[in-house]
């Protein structure tokens, strides 16, 4: 059974508005989280974290927010820029960092 | 600094045969994984190492075995591959829990 999952396989935004990516998980057990971005044949590359001892992260336009009552977390994008287009995951881990659970992914298009 | 490298990039194999994919990082990092990515799929991990000379079991481990003899390099083997393991395969590694990830191979068993 999938333990982290994203329920949107594709979002559509036009250039400059907000875009919102969520991420639901079921194991109360995870304590990291992240987001990945990936391009068509290369791998993923590291976006953002955040730990369960916080609730919101910042790093420039991204920002991600973590709801660990309703086991959820989104990543924004402020303002959304054309070359964000690419396909995102989230990911979550126990605080050993040994195994790392992906979501599907969501396709994401920034119309310009 | 190369990052995580991935050799090779494409192969194609028939049933039966075997394989090992190589996955190697420059950053000294302890942490080091292999995924298998499969279409509408997230990333699934295949096994994982918390250090040199350590393997674990991911969540999808059968069909496969890896080693880990030098802290650099981690390896995939398939000892007889089946269609079912067609897949793009990735390879990362991680310090502190940011996984840096390679290009991957895309490998197609017919």
């Known amino acids: 059974d999938q333990q982290v999952k994203q329920n949107s396989p594709s979002l559509s935004v036009q250039e400059g508005r907000i875009s919102i990516l969520n991420c639901d998980y079921t194991n109360s057990m995870f304590d990291y989280f992240l987001w990945y971005k990936k391009y068509p044949a290369e791998g993923p590359t590291f976006l953002i974290s955040i730990s369960s001892i916080k609730d919101k992260n910042e790093d420039g336009r991204f920002t991600v927010f973590l709801n660990k009552s309703a086991k959820h977390l989104s990543l924004h994008i402020v303002p959304s820029q054309p070359g964000d287009s690419a396909v995102y995951f989230c990911a979550a881990s126990e605080y050993n960092f040994n195994k790392f659970y992906f979501g599907s992914g969501t396709k994401l298009n920034v119309k310009p | 600094n190369a990052g995580v490298t991935q050799t090779p990039k494409f192969r194609v194999l028939k049933t039966g045969q075997s394989m090992t994919l190589l996955c190697a990082q420059d950053?000294?990092?302890?942490?080091m994984y292999w995924y298998r990515q499969d279409p509408g799929m997230g990333l699934r991990l295949i096994h994982y190492s918390v250090g040199e000379g350590t393997t674990a079991k991911g969540e999808v481990p059968d069909g496969y075995n890896v080693s880990r003899l030098k802290k650099q390099n981690f390896l995939l083997g398939l000892e007889s591959a089946a269609p079912s393991q067609t897949s793009v395969y990735f390879c990362?590694?991680?310090?502190?829990?940011?996984?840096?990830f390679g290009p991957g191979t895309r490998l197609t068993v017919t």
């Open positions: 950053m000294n990092h302890e942490y």
């Open positions: 990362a590694s991680s310090q502190n829990g940011e996984q840096y």
